[in-house]
């Protein structure tokens, strides 16, 4: 049996998600990279000033997990969009 095409209201519908789960990817990805740059900066003052090099440190290592978890994110957000981009290319327009 065929499979049954899905009406034009849910390829929109469609469409409009994949652009939300690519803006959400492009937003996480932002984050990841903030948090990076804020674990840098900590690091780089822990450097500089040794009365605040146990807190630094902690903040860093904090800010790396929260940039580690943002890209875990963002790539299972990204396999979202692949997965349903390349199924709607497969499937059949009426």
């Known amino acids: 049996m065929p499979e ?5 209201g849910a390829e929109e519908r469609l469409a409009s998600l ?3 789960l690519d ?19 900590f690091l ?3 450097r500089r000033d040794s009365a605040s090099r146990a807190y630094d440190e902690r903040q860093a290592t904090m800010l790396e997990y929260q940039r580690y978890i943002w ?7 990204e396999q979202l969009i692949n997965r349903y981009s390349e199924k709607e290319a497969r499937e059949p327009r009426p």
């Open 71 to 77: 890209a875990e994110i963002a790539g299972r957000v």
């Open 4 to 8: 049954k095409s899905p009406s034009p």
């Open 44 to 46: 780089a003052n822990a």
């Open 23 to 41: 803006e959400l990817h492009r937003y996480l990805d932002e984050r990841g990279r903030h948090s990076s740059e804020l674990a840098r900066r």
């Open 18 to 20: 994949l652009a939300d």
